[in-house]
């Protein structure tokens, strides 16, 4: 697991609510339209037609990039849940899974400093871990 793994995660949701958006203005809207004109012999003259149609290099990268983010919830999920400390395993959880902020998280457990949770839990278990 990576720090980079872990706020992926974090802003994962935000991302693929963004994404899929955009795949839908994409598939019913003029956001994924292309449009290009091309000449037409086939009668003999040219003739400029407009052919217009889903942008499916765009449609298929952000399709993708959700699977990729999915993905990388899935096993950070999975890394939180196997973590034997009951306390260190909420904090985690809801840091990086619910999007909770550490003044949330402190008044949640009763701490009176926001930075307690995430000095003292947080960046001692990382540090522990050796991941950076």
């Given at each position: 697991m990576t720090r980079a793994e872990l706020d992926t995660c974090r802003e994962g949701d935000d991302k693929i609510r963004?994404?899929?958006?955009?795949?839908?203005?994409?598939e019913r809207?003029?956001?994924g339209v292309v449009v290009?004109?091309?000449k037409d012999y086939r009668?003999?003259?040219?003739r400029t037609l407009v052919l217009r149609g889903i942008n499916r290099v765009e449609l298929e990268k952000c399709k993708k990039e959700i699977s990729r983010i999915q993905k990388i919830q899935k096993g950070v999920e999975n890394w939180i849940m196997d973590i034997n400390d009951v306390?260190?395993?909420n904090v985690f959880a809801m840091y990086y899974l619910k999007g909770l902020s550490w003044?949330?998280?402190s008044s949640s457990l009763r701490a009176n400093s926001p930075d307690y949770y995430r000095i003292r839990i947080r960046d001692k278990y990382l540090s522990e871990k050796g991941i950076k």
């Open positions: 963004i994404l899929q958006h955009m795949i839908s203005e994409m809207g003029e956001q290009d004109c091309v009668s003999g003259f040219p306390l260190t395993r003044r949330k998280i």
